[in-house]
Nanobody, 116 residues
Framework: QVQVVESGGGLVQAGGSLRLSCVAS????????MSWWRQAPGKEREFVAS????????YYADSVKGRFTISRDNAKNTVYLQMNSLKPEDTAVYYC?????????WGQGTQVTVSS
């Protein structure tokens, strides 16, 4: 059974930075497309960023381009989300997903709160 665990959330002032981490264990991490999503109160979950297995191809939501960077370390079964120039509208629960060929695994989320 694959387990996905996020960490690194917290409270930060606008303009600050945070780095989220996500560890996926119990499967073949290097084969997964790893993604970050977020869900703000009263809103639907939305895509933030993703990385293919090699880390060569990355994709971002327009709202975070130029501010967030996704990276992965397959040796550590870990994907990161470096978030810079944070805005109050980035406040949300951030979720990590590991997409395999037949199933996508989700973590429980980590809260990010950006104060103005």
């Amino acid at each position: 059974q694959v387990q996905v665990v996020e960490s690194g959330g917290g409270l930060v002032q606008a303009g600050g930075s945070l780095r989220l981490s996500c560890v996926a264990s119990g499967g073949t991490f290097s084969s997964y497309v790893m993604s970050w999503w977020r869900q703000a109160p009263g809103k639907e979950r939305e895509f933030v960023a993703s990385s293919t297995w090699s880390g060569t191809n990355t994709y971002y939501a327009d709202s975070v381009k130029g501010r967030f960077t996704i990276s992965r370390d397959n040796a550590k079964n870990t994907v990161y989300l470096q978030m810079n120039s944070l805005k109050p509208e980035d406040t949300a629960v951030y979720y990590c997903s590991a997409e395999g060929l037949v199933k996508t695994y989700w973590g429980q989320g980590t809260q990010v709160t950006v104060s103005s």
